[in-house]
């Protein structure tokens, strides 16, 4: 099971920290999504237990920061630089094993979701 916490409303330019814990397995790529109202659910972020690869999307780069402490079987999003079109619910998502570079994007290769937390970004 996956709990996440953080969301919340944030003025445009503000940050937040959203975790996801999980509380039985010890999952090998750890990543977020998030669905803003009427659009598909895109990636945002992954990262992997070992060798702490990182992946983004293209339009939070350079804002956004994913980090995991392995130990508590944790992940984090640190989001900076905040933007209404960031508005949206974001979802933690594990993946047992290792998803090559190329797929990490896709939410299809992970197994288990966390329920899910509001982000609203005000102008």
């Known amino acids: 099971q996956l709990q996440a916490s953080g969301g919340g409303l944030v003025q445009a330019g503000g940050s937040l920290r959203l975790s996801c814990a999980a509380s039985?397995?010890?999952?090998?790529?750890m990543g977020w999504f998030r669905q803003a109202p009427e659009k598909e659910r895109e990636f945002v972020a992954a990262i992997r237990r070992v060798g702490g690869g990182t992946y983004y999307a293209d339009s939070v780069k350079g804002r956004y920061t994913i980090s995991r402490d392995n130990a508590k079987n944790t992940v984090y999003l640190q989001m900076n630089n905040l933007k209404p079109e960031d508005t949206a619910v974001y979802y933690c998502a594990f993946a047992a094993g290792r998803i090559i570079t190329g797929l990490v994007h896709n939410s299809n290769y992970y197994e288990y979701w966390g329920q899910g937390t509001l982000v609203t970004v005000s102008s």
């Open positions: 039985t397995s010890s999952p090998y790529t």
